[in-house]
């Protein structure tokens, strides 16, 4: 049996592309010999200082929260943990269409059997150092001009490499996942490839 590797994404629980593109991992986990790890970067620290359309800034003041409960999260119970946990604001936030805030959270929390009152951590900047540092490490291969999903995985040589997307939807299933995941990593693998794109004519599809 071939040996499993670790993949890491780095996500905002605010980006719907990014939860896409978590679903697609997990699809890929089930498929190929990988484990996927999820880690915090955050919208609002990528964007910290920019010039951004006013109802995107009240976006962004609003992002501080979920990510700051994430990190809280990994801090106290561990990185399986915070995996259970972007599944259940993900789910809450995209497909419940739930506003962000505390009841949010608190319900979220409770979800995946940890103390609601942990919520507070959403309004405590205690976190933001940690923050700042899994949002470095996401983000520092790739560059400032991406933003989230963020992937690092094995290339075809066994070496890591450090991408942004797929931006896809609606996420593939079984088999197609692979292929899908497969082919990105043929690209990112390939030393000098920079860019794969054409325009977004649907938006995000959660099946």
């Given at each position: 049996?071939?040996?499993?590797?670790?993949?890491?994404?780095?996500?905002?629980?605010?980006?719907?592309?990014?939860?896409?593109?978590?679903?697609?991992?997990?699809?890929?986990?089930q498929v190929r010999d990988v484990d996927i790890r999820f880690h915090v970067m955050s919208l609002s620290v990528l964007n910290e200082g920019r010039d951004l359309p006013e109802q995107?800034?009240?976006?962004?003041?609003?992002?501080?929260?979920?990510?700051?409960?994430?990190?809280?999260?990994?801090q106290q119970h561990g990185p399986e943990a915070v995996r259970k946990l972007y599944t259940a604001l993900g789910t809450r936030i995209h497909l419940g269409k739930e506003q962000l805030g505390r009841e949010l959270f608190a319900a979220a929390l409770t979800d995946v059997g940890l103390d609601p009152a942990l919520a507070d951590a959403a309004d405590s900047t205690a976190y933001d150092e940690a923050l700042r540092a899994s949002h470095e490490a996401g983000m520092r291969p790739v560059g400032t001009d991406v933003g989230t999903p963020v992937v690092h995985a094995p290339g075809p040589d066994g070496r890591m490499v450090a991408f942004f997307g797929?931006?896809?939807?609606?996420?593939?299933?079984?088999?197609?996942?692979?292929?899908?995941?497969?082919?990105?990593?043929?690209?990112?693998?390939?030393?000098?490839?920079y860019e794969l794109k054409r325009t977004r004519e649907q938006g995000p599809i959660f099946d």
């Open positions: 049996m071939a040996e499993r590797v670790a993949v890491d994404m780095w996500f905002d629980p605010i980006c719907p592309w990014a939860w896409i593109t978590s679903r697609w991992l997990l699809e890929v986990e995107y800034q009240e976006l962004m003041k609003s992002g501080w929260g979920p990510v700051r409960l994430c990190i809280a999260v990994e797929p931006v896809i939807t609606p996420a593939p299933k079984g088999e197609a996942a692979g292929r899908l995941y497969d082919g990105v990593l043929l690209v990112a693998g390939t030393p000098g490839f």
